[in-house]
């Protein structure tokens, strides 16, 4: 009787092999899918990089554009003279005494 029960526990670990070790190489690829180095957890982190850069870029083009739009009064065979006399009152500290002088924070300056 034991050695029947042998036989029996022998041939279903047998059985079992094959697709035990198919589930745990399965199970390993599924694992590395989800949180390996190019898995979607990763993927999500790296979507959320790009999109910070992609603000980023948006506002440094943004601030580029406005840049853009100050040099261009100062350029040219016609010059804003408003723009061009705001910016040497502001260079030189300079205003006249009638003139109202609202400071703007460090991080809020116009150029």
């Given at each position: 009787?034991?050695?029947?029960?042998?036989?029996?526990?022998?041939?279903?670990?047998?059985?079992?092999?094959v697709p035990?070790?198919?589930?745990?190489?399965?199970?390993y690829?599924?694992?590395?899918?989800?949180h390996?180095e190019r898995?979607?957890?990763?993927?999500?982190?790296?979507?959320?990089?790009?999109?910070?850069?992609?603000?980023a870029?948006?506002?440094?083009?943004?601030?580029?554009?406005?840049?853009?739009r100050?040099?261009?009064?100062?350029?040219?065979?016609?010059?804003?003279?408003?723009?061009?006399?705001e910016?040497?009152?502001g260079?030189?500290?300079?205003?006249?005494?009638?003139?109202?002088?609202i400071?703007?924070?460090?991080?809020?300056?116009?150029?």
């Amino acid at each position: 009787m034991a050695g029947a029960f042998r036989r029996w526990v022998k041939a279903a670990v047998r059985a079992a092999a094959v697709p035990g070790l198919f589930l745990l190489v399965a199970a390993y690829f599924v694992l590395h899918a989800i949180h390996g180095e190019r898995g979607l957890r990763a993927r999500e982190r790296h979507e959320a990089i790009l999109i910070e850069a992609r603000q980023a870029l948006a506002e440094a083009e943004a601030e580029r554009d406005a840049l853009e739009r100050r040099v261009a009064g100062l350029r040219g065979e016609r010059i804003d003279r408003d723009t061009l006399e705001e910016r040497a009152r502001g260079l030189l500290n300079l205003y006249a005494r009638d003139e109202i002088v609202i400071p703007y924070p460090p991080d809020r300056r116009l150029y």
